[in-house]
């Protein structure tokens, strides 16, 4: 398809010239520039949220098996992991899925601090004259939204792994489409891969930047995916089973409770059961796990986060949000965790949420026991 803009100014019409995409003034690092610092031209498909905001949480950030180039979030605490790739590299083709595939099961096992820390690390790295915590770029840029929940949003979707995956170029290789077998290898992570082509064109000495989603993901049973092209381009048909649409639905107990193993929902059951309908608390279903809040001056703060795979220590700061941090309550929860070298071990080194598969089956036990109690003793004050 030859397609050929023009800008229109009163009656005069004038010809926009594409850059040549061999033209070395304009490599990765430009484009990965222009990205993070006008997130804007992300293409948004989405109907629904006419005003989903998008914002760039940093370039260059190290993920331990390599350096994403530019994680954007979205404002329904969605993360976008983007890599650049320009036409005149053609060699980047037949690794950059596999690459970025890789980030997103990285990111999926990253707990929340992992991210703080990261975007912290490339802030440095940038030589950025002041450097900010994740929470202070999500209050600075979703200042309307409520931080407690967007942050469970944003830890529910990277525990789900649901990322949204993203090459971008000036032009995008249909090679790509034969390297869909890259995706079928994880089926566990519930993402969508977008193929973008920033189209640049030549304004007198202006630059004019297109995007255009050329290609995605279509999810279908069992984990599979294909990759078809939206424009008139070389395609790649495949045939697969019966088409099923992905919904966002919350978890509910029943549900819950058979992912986790059976000693872990035995104990939780106990527990779930006594803070259901209580005065002043609320159990919170979400998409995989649920949060237990107690309400402070008419809003509700989290106590503890509960997924099939982890349990959330009280940590300092969610203590003196929920107005525990100096209470005798929170001082005998903090003398039980410390009983296991490991959980103490953990809670210095402030780590929040804890995976049951570090613990051992004491300890796993005595974490939840410790955070059912300190739950009773507030109910009881």
């Known amino acids: 398809m030859i397609i050929k803009p ?3 100014s009163g009656n005069k019409y004038r010809a926009l010239i594409k850059i040549d995409e061999s033209n070395k003034k304009y490599d990765e690092s430009w484009l990965q520039k222009i990205i993070h610092e006008n997130p804007q031209l ?7 949220n006419n005003d989903l905001k998008i914002i760039s949480l940093g370039r260059e950030i190290n993920t331990g098996v390599g350096k994403i180039d530019i994680l954007l979030l ?3 605490a969605e993360l976008i992991i983007v890599e650049t790739k320009l036409w005149r590299n053609p060699e980047k083709s037949r690794t950059v899925l596999a690459q970025i595939v890789d980030y997103a099961k990285e990111l999926s096992k990253w707990e929340y601090e992992d991210f703080d820390s990261a975007i912290k690390v490339a802030q440095r790295d940038k030589k950025s004259l002041r450097v900010i915590s994740l929470e202070e770029i999500i209050q600075q840029e979703f200042s309307n939204q409520n931080i407690t ?3 469970d949003r944003f830890v529910e979707n990277v525990k789900r792994g649901i990322l949204n995956l993203s090459i971008i170029g000036d032009k995008i290789s249909a090679n790509l489409l034969l390297l869909s077998e890259t995706i079928q290898g994880s089926p566990g992570l519930n993402f969508n891969l977008n193929l973008i082509e920033m189209k640049l064109y030549l304004h007198e000495k202006e630059i ?7 290609g995605k993901t279509k999810e279908v049973v069992r984990g599979i995916v294909k990759i078809q092209f939206e424009k008139k381009q070389p395609q790649v048909e495949v045939v697969y089973a019966e088409e099923v649409q992905s919904s966002k639905v919350k978890t509910d107990k029943k549900t819950f409770l058979s992912q986790c193993s059976a000693d872990v929902a035995q104990i939780l059951e106990i527990w779930i059961d006594k803070w259901e309908n209580k005065k002043g608390l609320m159990v919170y279903w979400g998409l995989s796990g649920l949060s237990v809040r ?9 106590l503890v986060y509960i997924y099939p795979y982890s349990i959330s220590l009280i940590t300092e700061e969610m203590a003196k949000k929920c107005q525990l941090f100096e209470t005798d309550i929170y001082k005998e929860y903090l003398d039980t965790i410390f009983y296991s070298e490991k959980l103490g071990a953990f809670y210095s080194a402030k ?15 005595l974490l939840i026991e410790s955070t059912g109690k300190l739950i009773d003793k507030i109910l009881r004050d």
């Open 294 to 302: 107690r309400e402070i001056k008419g809003k509700w703060e989290t």
């Open 208 to 214: 004019i930047v297109i995007p255009d989603i050329i």
């Open 6 to 8: 023009i800008l229109i």
């Open 351 to 365: 780590r929040r949420d804890i995976k049951y598969s570090t613990l051992n089956t004491d300890s796993i036990t």
């Open 149 to 151: 929940d967007f942050k």
């Open 74 to 76: 979205t404002s329904d």
């Open 42 to 48: 992300y293409p948004i498909e989405n109907p629904l």
